[in-house]
């Protein structure tokens, strides 16, 4: 007995020494969506293009909900994802910026899908800070007749987990996704609030005008590793992130 709990403690301090993150707990949180806002980089206000079911926030555990971010897997990643039928996110694409012949025809209408991702939502992590910083949205998946998922991942933000993407940033580079960090108080939990910059987008031909708050709607192609383009939209969305 004694030495299998020496043996345990060797493994115990083994991956303490080596800074297991699987060691830590993945934070779980709620996810809050607006379905309107005024842009808290200015005074404009949208109506916005991701949208909840009508049912409240989603809970982590609640529901077929799973909120969290994620701390074990060193990503860092805010993640939604609802495995309930009960819960679903709404999209609207209608405000297209710019299609191509794989861009579906369901983005003519609103649809729903089961959840997305927020990038490295833990960047610079300082709990009892007010600070601001820019990062992706990811993983936003679509079925239908073939996959489809939306993305903003402009190159210039500063907290990626990752490079962008391939046959992402064109047409327009996609928009930057603005983050603020709001620490505890005495009446509220630590949040983080999320949304969709409206600075308008750097785009090449064929797009024309001024677009803000694009992202791109990729497929898998039949050849090839690489995801492809279906088409950019102008997707506003504010999101609160709270611990429970």
Same mark, same amino acid.
């Given at each position: 007995?004694?030495?299998?709990?020496?043996?345990?403690?060797? !493994?115990?301090?083994?991956?303490s020494a080596f800074g297991s993150?699987?060691? /830590?707990?993945?934070?779980?949180?709620?996810?809050?969506? /607006?379905?309107?806002?005024?842009?808290? &980089?200015? =005074? /404009?206000?949208?109506? #916005?293009?991701?949208?909840?079911?009508?049912?409240? $926030?989603?809970? +982590?555990?609640?529901?077929?909900?799973? $909120?969290?971010?994620?701390?074990?897997?060193?990503?860092?990643?805010?993640?939604?994802?609802?495995?309930?039928? &009960?819960?679903? %996110?709404?999209?609207?694409?209608?405000?297209?910026?710019? =299609?191509? @012949?794989?861009?579906?025809?369901? !983005?003519? @209408?609103? *649809?729903?899908? #089961?959840?997305?991702?927020?990038?490295?939502?833990?960047?610079?992590?300082?709990? #009892?800070? =007010?600070?601001?910083?820019?990062?992706?949205?990811?993983?936003?998946?679509?079925? &239908?007749?073939?996959?489809?998922?939306?993305?903003?991942?402009?190159?210039?933000? !500063?907290?990626?987990?990752?490079?962008?993407? *391939?046959? !992402? +940033?064109?047409?327009?580079?996609?928009?930057?996704?603005?983050?603020?960090? +709001?620490?505890?108080?005495?009446?509220?939990?630590?949040?983080?609030? %999320?949304?969709?910059? &409206?600075?308008?987008?750097?785009?090449? @031909?064929?797009?024309?005008? #001024?677009?803000?708050?694009?992202?791109?709607?990729?497929?898998?192609?039949?050849?090839?590793?690489?995801?492809?383009?279906?088409?950019?939209?102008?997707?506003?969305?504010?999101?609160?992130?709270?611990?429970?």
């Amino acid at each position: 007995m004694r030495l299998a709990c020496l043996a345990t403690m060797a !493994t115990i301090l083994s991956a303490s020494a080596f800074g297991s993150k699987c060691g /830590d707990v993945d934070i779980p949180v709620s996810f809050t969506i /607006d379905p309107m806002y005024t842009n808290p &980089s200015g =005074t /404009d206000s949208y109506n #916005s293009a991701i949208l909840s079911d009508g049912g409240g $926030a989603y809970v +982590n555990g609640q529901q077929g909900v799973s $909120a969290l971010i994620h701390v074990c897997n060193g990503s860092n990643g805010a993640t939604l994802q609802i495995s309930s039928g &009960s819960r679903y %996110v709404v999209w609207d694409f209608r405000n297209a910026v710019y =299609t191509n @012949s794989l861009t579906p025809s369901w !983005t003519q @209408s609103p *649809v729903s899908n #089961s959840g997305f991702t927020f990038a490295n939502l833990l960047y610079n992590y300082s709990p #009892s800070t =007010t600070y601001s910083f820019t990062t992706y949205i990811k993983y936003a998946r679509f079925q &239908s007749s073939s996959t489809y998922e939306f993305v903003m991942e402009n190159p210039g933000a !500063t907290a990626p987990f990752n490079l962008p993407d *391939v046959n !992402t +940033n064109a047409p327009c580079i996609t928009s930057l996704v603005n983050v603020t960090h +709001n620490p505890a108080t005495s009446s509220s939990k630590e949040s983080w609030i %999320v949304w969709a910059d &409206s600075a308008p987008a750097s785009c090449t @031909s064929p797009v024309s005008g #001024s677009h803000a708050q694009v992202g791109t709607l990729r497929t898998p192609p039949q050849h090839g590793p690489d995801w492809v383009s279906a088409g950019q939209f102008t997707v506003p969305f504010h999101i609160k992130i709270q611990r429970l």
